[in-house]
């Protein structure tokens, strides 16, 4: 299968390059440890307001995906045949009949060191939108070091055409210190003051009577204009990031603010990223199930608490393992633990190395009655649903590999028969699993 995968990587890898070499679209690529998949839909969503605009489906980041975005395929997972036809296909592609995107935001990661050296021997991208990068990252474990990880993920800014713009997010210091180290165009975004974009006057957003979440707000700032965006379904400080990448690509544009304020009103986060879902029991889900890290559950617990100020509803952790942080792991659960106890009313664990985080969340106090274990989600999932009350509002979060918490979201949403089209991982390849 190995030998199948890099001869199909090959000649994929080929193809695209011949239709950029044809077609010439722009190129943006999205890099860094948190929030690609949402910046790269938020970017895209802001394009497509003068522009022909292709995208990533999905996460598809990597030798494969970046390639069947370029040749508008799908991934035809582990059936070769799929695979013969895509090649048929993309060679097609290759002449210039019928029209293809002005611009293509591509989703850029790597699993493995020398993963974006490769992709970007051939991809040279006209924007960089660096996100993020924490401490520890996801897939830290098959590094040497944090330091190698960034190094790997900041690789694309090497790459960027000698006119390029670097787009950072300035609220993160390995990002704010990459744009003073570039020579070119710069743009940073963030929520704190200097940046040449800026965000304030954050807030949930909550039907009225209820008070049920229903997404976020904020003001976005440029010279001596201000207008307000909305994000509906979605929550946290990290779900307004996006559109202030977004935003600081479209004014480079000359796209309006009211214009992009309005696209907005029409934007949908990708699920599994802190997507606001109703529970059974008049209960309120935050599906944040397609992936987990450090940062990234301390932001969802973040949002977790600010919730329980606001509201002063009862509010439960569900939280999987964080998979790939290799030496790390201990110390990363057990911290997150400790926050978690400070948080919580209810702590439901998934896995082994989610033990962790109930030691850590009694370390801070939590009552041990409270603290529930589980090595597989579904038996998690059917748990919470016994301990679920009326106007709870539940957190439910854990790494991609092995750990699928989205089985969990699936027994308490209140609308099972959509889970097609609200979970992450619902596709068949990732049924049989």
């Known amino acids: 299968m190995n030998i199948l995968k890099t001869i199909v990587v090959y000649f994929l890898t080929l193809e695209a390059r011949a239709v950029l070499y044809v077609r010439r679209p722009k190129i943006v690529a999205v890099t860094g440890s948190v929030g690609k998949t949402s910046t790269k839909d938020a970017l895209a969503s802001v394009l497509a307001i003068q522009y022909r605009v292709g995208k990533s489906r999905k996460s598809m980041n990597g030798d494969v995906g970046v390639p069947l975005t370029i040749l508008n395929l799908n991934n035809a997972w582990r059936n070769p045949f799929l695979w013969f036809w895509?090649?048929?296909?993309?060679?097609?592609?290759?002449?210039p009949i019928g029209t293809y995107p002005e611009w293509l935001v591509l989703e850029v990661g790597a699993d493995q060191p020398g993963d974006l050296q490769k992709l970007f021997s051939w991809l040279f991208p006209d924007v960089v939108v660096a996100t993020r990068f924490p401490a520890i990252s996801v897939h830290v474990a098959n590094y040497e070091s944090p330091g190698h990880v960034i190094e790997e993920e900041t690789i694309p800014i090497r790459f960027l055409r000698p006119e390029g713009l670097?787009?950072?997010?300035?609220?993160?210091?390995?990002?704010?210190?990459?744009?003073?180290?570039?020579?070119?165009?710069?743009?940073?975004?963030?929520?704190?003051?200097?940046?040449d974009m800026v965000g304030d006057k954050t807030e949930i957003v909550y039907e009225s009577e209820k008070k049920v979440p229903t997404g976020m707000a904020l003001e976005i700032s440029v010279s001596d204009?201000?207008?307000?965006?909305?994000?509906?379904?979605?929550?946290?400080?990290?779900a307004l990031y996006p559109a202030l990448a977004s935003v600081a690509l479209g004014r480079h544009l000359g796209i309006s603010l009211s214009d992009m304020s309005t696209a907005f009103t029409f934007h949908h986060s990708p699920p599994g990223r802190m997507r606001i879902l109703p529970g059974i029991k008049e209960t309120t889900l935050i599906d944040d199930s397609y992936n987990s890290s450090p940062v990234a559950v301390e932001e969802a617990l973040k949002t977790l608490l600010r919730l329980k100020e606001e509201t002063s509803r009862r509010v439960i952790a569900a939280l999987g393992d964080m998979r790939e942080l290799g030496r790390f792991s201990d110390e990363e659960h057990r911290k997150a633990g400790l926050m978690v106890g400070k948080v919580a009313d209810v702590l439901i664990t998934v896995g082994i190395e989610s033990r962790n985080i109930a030691d850590g969340a009694l370390s801070a106090h939590m009552d041990e009655n409270r603290i529930y274990q589980f090595d597989d989600s579904r038996e998690a999932g059917k748990f919470l649903e016994s301990v679920m009350q009326a106007g709870d509002i539940i957190l439910i979060k854990g790494s991609e590999a092995t750990i699928r918490m989205e089985r969990a979201v699936k027994e308490v949403m209140a609308e099972p028969d959509r889970a097609e089209e609200l979970l992450v991982r619902q596709e068949s390849a990732w049924q049989k699993r």
Do not use: M
């Open 166 to 195: 670097l787009i950072v997010n300035g609220d993160d210091e390995v990002a704010r210190n990459l744009a003073k180290d570039f020579p070119g165009k710069t743009i940073s975004y963030g929520f704190a003051p200097g940046h």
């Open 86 to 95: 895509n090649l048929v296909i993309g060679f097609l592609k290759i002449f």
């Open 225 to 238: 204009q201000s207008v307000k965006f909305q994000v509906s379904g979605v929550l946290g400080i990290q």
